[in-house]
């Protein structure tokens, strides 16, 4: 299967001039560092934003978990934003809010006519609406009956939630929010349209300088070491819990 | 000295089900009640009403002589002080057995953690779960899982017991382990509502039973009159199904 692919490939007419574009090892090599500084920058937004994203969405997810009539303008609010951020495509939340805000000139500060900074902003914006959904099914996966134990304890709502409804949900939804993760990770390329220099644009910049492509094979190599593992964690903690709950006599 | 428990026109719907029908009921200190009745006579309503986690639609409840119904009333302490027990343990799974027992006091009662420790653990000595301590819920039998459950809630101190149903979903030959439990409650004097199934053991331990029939009590009086001679027919052909059953 794989020779008969790898035939028609190295067969193709264009083969020769894919070679040198693409398979420039000399330039593989000689990119490499650039890239991998640019790839720090691409590192430090994901942390930085999956922190705030795992703050906001549980936020989100917690208004809108909120019961009785009295919470429903703020339940109704989480709904609107989820529907927003997740809806729009993450492309233009980042244009939006990473050209948009500093032309309006507000401040002179450095953070506000900081490209790198507002993309933060987009980024968790955006993935905190579909990371606040995987929240919520947690949290509504978690039995009301624990809710009752905790409350006839004497335990504030919020108190039952904090100890007993939070700690349960959060351990079911690891494996979906590390899949959130890997597509955040590769969104992080999405800075290079608004400017800040990172693995993908120090790639492109590579790029022009060399008229080649080689240079985009390293850039590759650094999201898939970073999102191969995030992936295989995922498998293994999927892989865990179906386990402890066969041994724990689920059906 | 006032009940401890007294329940006026305790009227419960859920949508257009009225489960509640008008609950006339005072509970004395120290005396433990017996609820008995068909299934969906709304027992375990009743008692989740009494601690509040359900809201009555009208009627008043008056717990040592104050009105827990009263709008500005505290709901979070007033559960403090009644312990409720369910048919399905709902121990938190996340946690072991002493924290489980010891998440109450430290968190509504604000107990220093060493000492809800100590306590706890005093307590899960005396009904037999020392050895558990440090087990997670789901490595217990379900007669150890509805003790631990039993303590957790006396670990608040509750001066008030409710019992829903406690013994229902174990296994016949763990049965016995978890009503020696709450005889022993009895026996110290513990203020106890229990709902249950299980007519011998309300027969001898109750020292009143109540027959709940489509939300409204419609029998009540010492054990041996209610299981010898009911007067009510229902409540007559109630006990004669359970007879038939062979649960007494
Ligand atoms: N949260 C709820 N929402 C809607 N209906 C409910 C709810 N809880 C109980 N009911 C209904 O109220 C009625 C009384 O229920 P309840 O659980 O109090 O009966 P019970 O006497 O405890 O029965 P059992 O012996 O089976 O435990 C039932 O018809 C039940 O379906
Ligand atoms: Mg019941």
Known sequence: ??????????????????????LNTHLWWSSFPDI????????????????????????????????????????????VY????????????????????????????????????????????????????????????????QEAAARSLGLSRWQALRHVVLPQAVRRVVPPLLNDFIGLQKDTALLSIVGPVEAFRQAQ????????????????????????????????????DRRRFLASGGV | ???????????????????????????????????????????????????????????????????VTAREVDVNEVRRRIGIVFQAFNLFPHMSVLKNVTLGPRKALRVP???????????????????????YPDRLSGGQQQRVAIVRALAMEPDIMLLDEVTSALDPALVGEVLSVIRDLAQSGMTMLIATHEMGFARETADRVCFLDQGRILEQGTPDRIFTEPVQPRTQEFLRRIIEAGRM
């Not at chain 1, 929240?135 to 039995?143: P, T």
């Not at chain 2, 009921?25 to 027992?43: R, Y």
């Not at chain 2, 060493?114 to 440090?134: H, Q, Y």
Request: aromatic share 10%.
């Open chain 2, 113 to 135: 953690r060493r000492d809800a420790e100590e306590r706890a653990t005093e307590l899960l000595t005396r009904f037999g779960l020392a050895d558990k301590r440090d087990e």
């Open chain 1, 205 to 240: 910049i590579a790029e022009s300088a060399n008229f080649n492509f080689s240079v985009y094979v390293p850039a590759s190599l650094l999201f898939l070491a970073l999102t191969i593992p995030l992936a295989r964690l995922t498998d293994y903690l999927i892989e865990r």
């Open chain 2, 1 to 67: 000295m006032a009940p401890a428990v007294v329940l006026e026109g305790i009227q419960k719907s859920f949508g257009k089900l009225e489960v509640l029908s008008g609950i006339d009921l005072e509970v004395e200190e120290h005396e433990v009640l017996c609820l008995i009745g068909a299934s969906g006579s709304g027992k375990s309503t009743l008692l989740r009403c009494v601690n509040l986690l359900e809201p009555v639609d009208s009627g008043r409840i008056v717990i040592h002589g104050e009105d």
């Open chain 1, 36 to 79: 991998a500084r640019g790839f720090l920058v691409n590192i430090r937004v994901f942390c930085i934003s999956e922190v705030l994203i795992l703050i906001l969405a549980l936020g989100i997810a917690i208004l809108r978990s909120l019961p009785g009539p009295v919470f429903f303008p703020i339940r109704a609010l989480a709904i």
């Open chain 1, 82 to 145: 989820t529907d927003v951020f997740r809806g729009l495509p993450t492309i233009m939340v980042v244009y939006i809010l990473a050209f948009g805000i500093p032309a309006l000139q507000l401040t002179d500060a450095s953070w506000y006519r900081s490209q790198t900074y507002w993309s933060i902003i987009a980024l968790t914006l955006v993935y905190s609406a579909y990371v606040a959904e995987v929240y919520r099914a947690g949290i509504q996966s978690v039995h009301p009956s």
């Open chain 1, 1 to 22: 299967m794989f020779t008969v692919l790898a035939l028609v490939i190295v067969t193709a007419p264009g083969w020769d001039d894919f070679r040198k574009s693409f």
